[in-house]
Protein backbone atom coordinates (compact mmCIF):
# COMPACT_ATOMS: atom_id res chain seq x y z
CA UNK A 1 0.00 0.00 0.00
CA UNK A 2 1.26 3.07 -0.98
CA UNK A 3 1.43 5.69 1.62
CA UNK A 4 2.56 9.63 1.77
CA UNK A 5 2.98 11.72 4.86
CA UNK A 6 3.31 15.46 5.18
CA UNK A 7 4.96 16.88 7.94
CA UNK A 8 6.42 20.16 9.09
CA UNK A 9 3.31 22.32 8.97
CA UNK A 10 2.13 24.72 11.43
CA UNK A 11 2.06 28.54 12.34
CA UNK A 12 4.79 31.04 11.51
CA UNK A 13 5.12 34.65 11.33
CA UNK A 14 5.28 35.89 8.06
CA UNK A 15 8.81 36.79 6.96
CA UNK A 16 9.38 33.62 8.89
CA UNK A 17 10.35 29.78 7.66
CA UNK A 18 8.86 26.36 8.07
CA UNK A 19 10.53 23.09 5.88
CA UNK A 20 8.12 20.41 4.91
CA UNK A 21 8.46 16.96 4.63
CA UNK A 22 6.77 14.00 2.53
CA UNK A 23 7.63 10.28 3.39
CA UNK A 24 7.02 8.04 1.06
CA UNK A 25 6.70 4.07 1.22
CA UNK A 26 5.02 1.05 -1.36
CA UNK A 27 6.19 2.51 -3.93
CA UNK A 28 9.93 2.54 -5.73
CA UNK A 29 10.02 6.25 -4.92
CA UNK A 30 13.48 6.45 -7.42
CA UNK A 31 11.19 6.09 -10.25
CA UNK A 32 8.70 8.51 -9.32
CA UNK A 33 8.44 12.39 -9.96
CA UNK A 34 7.63 14.43 -6.84
CA UNK A 35 5.25 17.17 -6.32
CA UNK A 36 3.99 19.81 -3.62
CA UNK A 37 0.61 21.25 -3.96
CA UNK A 38 -1.17 23.90 -1.85
CA UNK A 39 -4.28 24.25 -1.82
CA UNK A 40 -6.09 27.78 0.28
CA UNK A 41 -10.16 27.78 1.06
CA UNK A 42 -11.96 28.66 -1.34
CA UNK A 43 -9.06 28.34 -4.28
CA UNK A 44 -8.13 25.81 -6.54
CA UNK A 45 -5.70 23.68 -5.94
CA UNK A 46 -2.07 24.29 -7.26
CA UNK A 47 1.30 23.31 -7.89
CA UNK A 48 4.08 24.59 -6.06
CA UNK A 49 7.00 22.86 -6.31
CA UNK A 50 8.29 20.26 -8.55
CA UNK A 51 11.21 17.57 -8.65
CA UNK A 52 11.49 14.55 -11.63
CA UNK A 53 13.47 11.74 -10.99
CA UNK A 54 16.71 13.35 -11.80
CA UNK A 55 16.11 15.90 -9.43
CA UNK A 56 15.45 18.57 -12.60
CA UNK A 57 12.92 21.68 -10.56
CA UNK A 58 10.39 23.43 -11.06
CA UNK A 59 8.84 26.25 -9.21
CA UNK A 60 5.22 28.01 -9.55
CA UNK A 61 6.22 32.03 -10.35
CA UNK A 62 4.54 33.15 -6.94
CA UNK A 63 7.83 31.02 -5.27
CA UNK A 64 10.64 31.45 -7.16
CA UNK A 65 13.76 32.52 -4.29
CA UNK A 66 11.70 31.62 -1.70
CA UNK A 67 11.03 27.71 -1.73
CA UNK A 68 13.05 25.22 -2.52
CA UNK A 69 12.66 21.20 -3.09
CA UNK A 70 14.78 18.84 -2.78
CA UNK A 71 15.12 14.93 -2.28
CA UNK A 72 16.95 12.04 -0.69
CA UNK A 73 15.86 8.64 -3.01
CA UNK A 74 17.71 6.79 0.55
CA UNK A 75 15.41 7.86 2.67
CA UNK A 76 12.32 7.76 0.46
CA UNK A 77 11.68 11.44 1.54
CA UNK A 78 11.04 15.10 -0.62
CA UNK A 79 11.61 18.73 1.24
CA UNK A 80 9.90 21.71 0.53
CA UNK A 81 12.33 24.40 2.54
CA UNK A 82 9.76 27.60 2.24
CA UNK A 83 11.65 30.99 3.27
CA UNK A 84 10.53 34.59 3.59
CA UNK A 85 6.92 33.22 4.24
CA UNK A 86 4.08 35.67 3.49
CA UNK A 87 0.08 35.48 4.33
CA UNK A 88 -0.90 34.15 0.99
CA UNK A 89 1.24 30.89 1.27
CA UNK A 90 -1.36 30.09 4.13
CA UNK A 91 -2.82 26.68 2.72
CA UNK A 92 -2.91 23.33 2.81
CA UNK A 93 0.47 21.49 1.45
CA UNK A 94 0.17 18.15 0.20
CA UNK A 95 2.78 15.97 -1.81
CA UNK A 96 1.97 14.00 -4.74
CA UNK A 97 3.99 11.54 -6.21
CA UNK A 98 3.79 10.72 -10.35
CA UNK A 99 5.03 8.30 -12.88
CA UNK A 100 3.74 7.69 -16.11
CA UNK A 101 -0.27 6.51 -14.86
CA UNK A 102 0.24 6.02 -11.62
CA UNK A 103 -0.39 8.78 -8.87
CA UNK A 104 -0.47 9.00 -5.23
CA UNK A 105 -1.92 12.36 -2.92
CA UNK A 106 -0.71 12.27 0.52
CA UNK A 107 -3.66 13.57 3.26
CA UNK A 108 -1.63 17.54 3.94
CA UNK A 109 -0.22 19.55 6.64
CA UNK A 110 -1.82 22.56 7.00
CA UNK A 111 0.47 25.84 6.61
CA UNK A 112 -0.68 29.00 8.14
CA UNK A 113 1.31 32.33 7.54
CA UNK A 114 0.07 35.08 10.60
CA UNK A 115 0.94 38.76 9.22
Known amino acids: QVQLVESGGGLVESGGSLRLSCAASGLTFSTHAISWYRQAPGKEREVVAI???????NYAESVKGRFTISRDNAKNTVDLQMNSLKGEDTAVYLC?????????WGQGTQVTVSS
Open 51 to 57: ISISGRT
Open 96 to 104: FASRWTESY
